[in-house]
């Protein structure tokens, strides 16, 4: 079956930067896109960004530009999401989704399934 | 916009109808995803596409779309179906992002 496994629990300080995997079994894993979402604690699901698996390209939220990186390993098929300049409000559960998706006479519809199982980076001096 | 807009909270007796819904200029050329989150866990895929549930989900969950707004329903609501309901889309720019509303809490009573 599809699964994403996620790398365990992290404490960064603050200015640190922080590198969460998922690795992906039970499909090609180049043949889809992978994104990766957060979520605070109490807060709602946060879109970060995402990673065409196949040859690499990625597209980030306006609002983490310039601190995120999504990148891959194909061989491993795995995905990575690197976060620099760690401050307290990045504290948060980190989670990488694999994009499920479908063409029909409407365009592109996709969606996100399934979900890793998080990973908790807490940011603290 | 990018903004998705979703009610904070909503409540439903035990084996009543509720809709849930969200709202976003998005939305009138992009479907909705739904998802569904219990504490403590991660978000689980209700609803995708014009109204397609994936394997496992009840079939007491729909979706439904119309203009600048996307709806979840639950028909017969059970307690189990007490969690948080995120709804997820493209956003308009055409920039191939995303964007999550801010979810709803669904109260069985």
């Known amino acids: 079956q599809v699964q994403l496994v996620q790398s365990g629990a992290e404490v960064k300080k603050p200015g640190a930067s922080v590198k969460v995997s998922c690795k992906a079994s039970?499909?090609?894993?180049?043949?889809?896109?992978m994104h990766w979402v957060r979520q605070a604690p109490g807060q709602r699901l946060e879109w970060m960004g995402w990673?065409?698996?196949?040859?690499?390209?990625?597209k980030y939220s306006q609002k983490f530009q310039g601190r995120v990186t999504i990148t891959r390993d194909t061989s491993a098929s795995t995905a990575y999401m690197e976060l620099s300049s760690l401050r307290s409000e990045d504290t948060a559960v980190y989670y990488c989704?694999?994009?499920?998706?479908?063409?029909?006479?409407?365009?592109?519809?996709?969606?996100?399934?399934?979900w890793g199982q998080g990973t908790l980076v807490t940011v603290s001096s | 916009s990018s903004e998705l807009t979703q009610d904070p909270a909503v409540s439903v007796a035990l084996g009543q109808t509720v809709r849930i819904t969200c709202q976003g200029d998005?939305?009138?050329?992009?479907?909705a995803s739904w998802y569904q989150q219990k504490p403590g866990q991660a978000p689980v895929l209700v609803i995708y596409g014009k109204n397609n549930r994936p394997s496992g989900i009840p079939d007491r969950f729909s979706g439904s779309s119309s203009g600048n707004t996307a709806s979840l329903t639950i028909t017969g609501a059970q307690a189990e179906d007490e969690a948080d309901y995120y709804c997820n889309s493209r956003d308009s720019s055409g920039n191939h992002l995303r964007v999550f509303g801010g979810g709803t809490k669904l109260t069985v009573l």
């Open positions: 990673i065409n698996a196949g040859n690499g390209n990625t």
């Open positions: 039970g499909y090609t894993f180049t043949s889809y896109a």
């Open positions: 998005s939305l009138r050329s992009y479907y």
């Open positions: 989704a694999r994009e499920g998706y479908y063409y029909d006479s409407s365009g592109k519809t996709d969606w996100f399934d399934p």
